[in-house]
């Protein structure tokens, strides 16, 4: 059986922060940066623990202020509030 390697949509890499270059081996589970190199083992992956305490991710090149546009929400619920 051969190893074959497929991208993560919209993954981001954590060390050139790189957008769409991240691919995973269906054999090892290594993932792997097509940009820089950077490899994240299956077992690097599963020791670590995600907590709300991990810093706010940086922006990449996807990211912008321009063409953004604010939206309004509204209740349409009509039912009476509680007093």
């Known amino acids: 059986m051969t190893n074959t390697k497929r991208f993560i949509a919209g ?7 790189e957008a769409d ?4 081996d269906n054999g ?3 993932i792997e940066c097509i940009d820089c190199g950077y490899i994240q083992t299956a077992q690097e992956r599963d ?16 990211s912008s202020t321009k063409n953004t546009r604010a939206i309004n929400i509204i209740n349409i619920d009509n039912s009476p509030e509680d007093q």
């Open 11 to 17: 993954a981001i890499c954590p060390s050139c922060n």
């Open 21 to 24: 270059t991240m691919q995973i």
């Open 28 to 30: 090892n589970k290594n």
């Open 47 to 62: 020791s670590k623990s995600y907590d709300s305490q991990q810093p706010a991710p940086q922006k990449n090149k996807f």
